[in-house]
């Protein structure tokens, strides 16, 4: 019984390590563009585009299809 305790234990650390070190390889990989900015509850990434004013534009996860349907990406972007 204790054996199998063990077993069960070793493979929770071991999945909990494996997620942890994919983690870390993927957001090495995919660096955001642009600069994050930390505020009070989190950060906020941001990118300055074009010349003119600056107007900030708040995108919440739940906005972003509808935010891509209304305005489409360049033809030779890599969103879909």
Same mark, same amino acid.
């Given at each position: 019984?204790?054996?199998?305790?063990?077993?069960?234990?070793?493979?929770?650390?071991?999945?909990?390590?494996?997620?942890?070190?994919?983690?870390?390889?993927?957001? @090495?990989? *995919?660096?955001?563009?642009? /600069?994050?900015? !930390?505020?009070?509850?989190?950060?906020?990434?941001?990118?300055?585009?074009?010349?003119?004013?600056?107007?900030?534009?708040?995108?919440?996860? @739940?906005? *972003?299809?509808?935010?891509? /349907?209304?305005? !489409?990406?360049?033809?030779?972007?890599?969103?879909?």
């Amino acid at each position: 019984m204790i054996i199998a305790l063990l077993i069960i234990i070793c493979i929770v650390v071991a999945l909990i390590w494996f997620t942890a070190k994919m983690d870390s390889n993927i957001e @090495a990989s *995919f660096t955001p563009s642009g /600069k994050l900015t !930390p505020v009070d509850g989190g950060i906020i990434h941001w990118q300055k585009q074009g010349n003119g004013p600056y107007i900030p534009l708040i995108v919440q996860a @739940a906005d *972003f299809r509808a935010a891509i /349907k209304a305005h !489409p990406p360049a033809s030779n972007s890599k969103v879909k």
